[in-house]
């Protein structure tokens, strides 16, 4: 139905940053909001940042001032740029999209990206 293309991530030292960028593809009729969300080794999966169409924001507290998202209606695009990186913040990081299709409204959709690995070390 509707598909994410994450890119972005790789490894990067304490204190560096680093920008994910997420691109949904289909037959999108409308986004209601967009986000990230990462995955630790042996922990749960949570959500990380998150966009609606109205603009509004929400951060996980442990990324706030230092995590931005963003959003380009044009291209169906999220993006998540990381300063200040830390250790913990290493997961692999997943894009979700939710709204509607053209072929298949009212019908909402709840996308996924196959998540993309982002490692801070020295």
């Known amino acids: 139905q509707v598909q994410l293309e994450e890119s972005g991530g790789g490894l990067v030292q304490p204190g560096g940053s680093l920008t994910l960028v997420c691109e949904a593809s289909?037959?999108?009729?409308?986004?209601?909001?967009m986000g990230w969300y990462r995955q630790a080794p042996g922990k749960e999966r949570d959500l990380v940042a998150v966009?609606?169409?109205?603009?509004?924001?929400d951060y996980a507290d442990s990324v706030k001032g230092r995590f931005t998202i963003s959003r380009e209606n044009v291209n169906n695009a999220v993006y998540l740029q990381m300063n200040s990186l830390k250790p913990e913040d290493t997961a692999v990081y997943y894009c979700?999209?939710?709204?509607?299709?053209?072929?298949?409204?009212?019908?909402?959709?709840?996308?996924w990206g196959q998540g993309t690995q982002v490692t801070v070390s020295s």
């Open positions: 979700n999209v939710k709204g509607y299709t053209a072929s298949t409204y009212p019908r909402p959709f709840d996308s």
């Open positions: 289909g037959r999108i009729y409308s986004i209601n909001a």
């Open positions: 966009v609606t169409s109205g603009g509004s924001t």
